[in-house]
């Protein structure tokens, strides 16, 4: 008998319950975040900390935290979210766990509405995603369940050595449909890009291994992405460094801080 698969389904059909109750409620309005962590047994102290903490980011925010001992998780619903502000969040409960040593392995967010209620089988998917990092792998993931891109997304492979604002990007991207390939330095995302060959790339100037400036010259260089765009996301913002971005080819640049709104309007405007 695989214990593994009754396990996993007993927890589906908890999480069903739960985020069907949550969207049931006024308290979610038209939607419901949810979060899963692998986690070191926790106590109730543990739990309300985490909840604290969140809140003092967000103090409207509802937060239901538990621990369910059977399947060593952090199970954490968040009545009246999106997807992506539970993706958001997810990095502070991310942090939080890593400090007090409680992350054992990897966590996933999805997210459910009214138009997109939950279902048994979205979240027995979810769960089996989750359960199937392999170990000490402390990524998280994101299900967006019909969201999900489909075979004839455009591909935008985007370099950057900040990895919360890879996960950010990635869900924020993946849900208009696009297939996002995050890479942190320069080597990694030029041998990404010479596999995948991409639609779009977007870097940083700054990157290890190979500098963003070599990035774009190699990409532009190169007869095997004649039709890439190359958008340059940076904080370096003197004058000299933009020119020679659009010297090497750039298609656009975008200066850190930025509004995640104009990115996504440039990458629309660079793909139509």
């Known amino acids: ?69 059977d399947d060593h998780a952090l199970v954490m619903l968040l009545p009246g979210q999106t997807l992506a502000f539970t993706h958001f969040l997810s ?38 995603r989750w359960s199937e990092a392999s170990d000490g792998d402390q990524d998280i993931a ?20 900040n990895k919360d604002l890879l996960d950010f990007m990635n869900v924020r991207l993946g849900m208009q449909g696009y297939d996002v390939r995050p890479a942190q330095d320069g080597i990694e995302g030029l041998h990404l890009i010479e596999s995948v060959r991409p639609d779009l790339v977007i870097t940083e100037l700054k990157l290890p291994a190979l500098d963003g400036y070599q990035l774009i010259d190699r990409i532009r260089q190169s007869r095997k992405h004649p039709g890439c765009k190359v958008v340059v996301l940076t904080d370096l913002g003197v004058e000299r460094d933009i020119c020679q971005c659009f010297e090497l080819g750039a298609s656009d640049v975008i200066k850190k801080p930025f509004s995640p709104r104009e990115l996504e309007a440039r990458i629309r405007r660079l793909l139509a």
């Open 142 to 161: 994101v299900f967006a369940g019909r969201q999900a891109a489909s075979p004839e997304a455009p591909t935008v492979v985007m370099i950057d050595s």
């Open 91 to 128: 990095l502070s409960v991310k942090a939080y766990l890593q400090d007090a040593e409680l992350l054992a392995g990897r966590m996933a967010v999805t997210g459910f509405t009214e138009d997109e209620p939950a279902s048994e089988q979205a979240l027995d998917a979810f769960v089996t």
């Open 1 to 69: 008998m695989n214990t593994s698969v009754l396990t996993r389904s007993g927890l589906s059909r908890m999480l069903f319950e739960r985020v069907r109750q949550s969207l049931q409620s006024s308290a979610a309005g038209n939607g419901c975040g949810l979060l899963l962590a692998n986690v070191q047994p926790m106590e109730g102290i543990q739990l309300d900390r985490l909840e604290k903490r969140l809140r003092l980011e967000s103090p409207k925010l509802t937060a239901i935290a538990s621990y369910e001992a």
